[in-house]
């Protein structure tokens, strides 16, 4: 039983240290794996139970409660209007700058028919590509010179487009002015932070994470924030961006959809791929697309923003 025990402590232990994301930085991305310490914790705590070890096996068991109580919003559709209005097709998909299936991309992007479409990682390939495909966008690349890669938007006919810069310390986000046709304008920013892999990086993502919160703040609704946030949706920079700018997870409702990494198992995928909106705005349907040679899934998001 000791075989169990001691996977079952670290499992309690990731379980609560996970809480202090905000000031050791790795225990963020702990964070990440709430889905797997709850399956863990149910696992070794029913087995210890039956091992007779019950006070190991209460306390693994509980903290499978805790992980369960985080990830259940998820499965619970918010209460909300009716999704009447004008619908929006949302796109937000990180191509991986050395991915070349262009066309293959190229097609899927044809077949999905979005209204606003948000490429992370595109590179100077990925902007001639798409520059040059036969698509009914315009193209808005956010890549200065200097950089390897930023954020490219894909929008329709008349949309208005503005970039916050894509240097590491700069927010990485762009924002898209999209004219519905009611009359009315959906403002939406795309958003690609830098990956928490060092404490350096993790307070600069932390820094960008925030600057989404307060650009939705400082705006009147309808709103739209999308895109590679590198965070999942129990992290604490997350739950901060959309406490400060008043936004809903459009994941509510429609389960765990694990965008990363595409390339592993299902098992050890976390959802760090994000589309959140501001009230006024229905989420009418979610949905993760194919494996296009990217180490994230596409997500596709449908929205009605309503009258």
């Known amino acids: 039983m000791i075989l169990v025990a001691l996977p079952a402590v670290v499992v309690v232990a990731a379980t609560v240290s996970a809480f202090f994301g905000r000031w050791v930085w790795w225990l963020d991305l702990v964070a990440n794996f709430r889905p797997q310490l709850g399956v863990a914790a149910v696992v070794f705590g029913v087995t210890l139970m039956v091992g007779r070890w019950r006070r190991l096996g209460t306390a693994t068991l509980a903290a499978g409660l805790v992980n369960a109580a985080l990830v259940a919003p998820l499965f619970i559709a918010p209460s909300g209007p009716d999704a009447e209005g004008v619908r929006v097709r949302v796109v937000t998909f990180n191509v991986f700058a050395s991915n070349d299936r262009y066309e293959e991309v190229i097609g899927y992007l044809r077949g999905v028919d979005a209204d606003v479409v948000f490429l992370h990682e595109t590179s100077a390939p990925w902007e001639e590509a798409l520059g040059d495909a036969d698509l009914p966008y315009e193209v808005f690349p956010s890549r200065s010179d200097e950089l390897i890669f930023g954020t490219l938007v894909l929008a329709r006919p008349g949309a208005k487009v503005v970039s916050y810069g894509f240097a590491p310390s700069e927010p990485r986000a762009v924002e898209v002015e999209l004219p519905l046709a009611d009359g009315r304008t959906l403002r939406m920013l795309g958003v690609h932070t830098l990956a928490p892999t060092t404490e350096r990086r993790a307070a600069l993502r932390d820094a960008q994470l925030r600057f989404a919160g307060e650009w939705a703040a400082a705006r009147r609704p309808p709103l739209v924030v999308a895109g590679d946030l590198n965070a999942g ?43 959140l909106h501001s009230e006024g705005v229905t989420v009418v349907g979610r949905r993760l697309g194919p494996r296009l040679g990217s180490d994230h899934f596409p997500l596709v998001v449908d929205l009605v923003v309503n009258p």
Do not use: C, K
């Open 233 to 275: 949706p129990w992290s604490w920079a997350f739950a901060r961006m959309a406490e400060l700018g008043d936004l809903q997870d459009s994941a509510r409702g429609f389960g765990l959809q694990l965008t990363f990494p595409a390339t592993a198992n299902p098992a050890l995928r976390v959802p760090i791929d994000h589309v």
